[in-house]
T-cell receptor, first 110, second 116 residues
Framework: QKEVEQNSGPLSVPEGAIASLNCTYS??????FFWYRQYSGKSPELIMS????GDKEDGRFTAQLNKASQYVSLLIRDSQPSDSATYLC??????????FGGGTRLMVKP | NAGVMQNPRHLVRRRGQEARLRCSPM?????VYWYRQLPEEGLKFMVY????????ESGMPKERFSAEFPKEGPSILRIQQVVRGDSAAYFC??????????????FGPGTRLTVL
């Protein structure tokens, strides 16, 4: 079982809709969770971090964490074509390194 | 406020040559991490360094790969006797501190290594 699992997609949503990206993890020790956005040929860009159960909102982005279910999600409201990218879920477990999921490719169609 | 800097951005080497990748962390950051992204694959941790110390190298191949972060100057990832399978994007990230919680890591633009 992979440590961090994501549906590879592509997830296709129309412009203006809500995009919902999901991630499950296996390491119960993990305390810190992150969402990165990566455009093709570019480096990962940190867009959200979440450490406590519940929701965290930042602009059009909402991260949700449920440690009991070992589940992290990212909601993108009012999706724009510029949101089209691969979204990487990551966590910090033992040690300080990030463990990444394989990423979900999001396509927002005009 | 400059971000994480990496150079070169693109590096072409022939099989058997050496590759040296450099990373300067963000100002105020003392923790450096190297990750590798193979074509069509996810990001994988390689090594974690602080100044003059390798903290965790559990993700780095035992042979041909080495990393350092000297007291002065950038962190360097060195690959000796490169093979075609080393072709990948190598990303450096930095963070300001431990502990484990709230440890946001910021990535540099990466070095794309191509081995001919």
């Amino acid at each position: 079982q992979k440590e961090v699992e994501q549906n590879s997609g592509p997830l296709s949503v129309p412009e203006g809709a809500i995009a919902s990206l999901n991630c499950t993890y296996s390491d119960r020790v993990s305390q810190s969770f992150f969402w990165y956005r990566q455009y093709s040929g570019k480096s990962p860009e940190l867009i959200m971090s979440i450490y406590s159960n519940g929701d965290k909102e930042d602009g059009r982005f909402t991260a949700q964490l449920n440690k009991a279910s070992q589940y992290v999600s990212l909601l993108i409201r009012d999706s724009q074509p510029s949101d089209s990218a691969t979204y990487l879920c990551a966590l910090v477990g033992a040690g300080n390194m990030l463990t990444f999921g394989g990423g979900t490719r999001l396509m927002v169609k005009p | 406020n400059a971000g994480v800097m990496q150079n070169p951005r693109h590096l072409v080497r022939r099989r058997g040559q050496e590759a040296r990748l450099r990373c300067s962390p963000m100002k105020g950051h003392s923790h450096v991490y190297w990750y590798r992204q193979l074509p069509e694959e996810g990001l994988k941790f390689m090594v974690y360094l602080q100044k003059e110390n390798i903290i965790d190298e559990s993700g780095m191949p035992k042979e041909r790969f080495s990393a350092e972060f000297p007291k002065e100057g950038p962190s360097i990832l060195r690959i000796q006797q490169v093979v075609r399978g080393d072709s990948a994007a190598y990303f450096c990230a930095s963070s300001p501190r431990t502990p484990i919680t709230n440890n946001e890591q910021f990535f540099g633009p990466g070095t794309r290594l191509t081995v001919l």
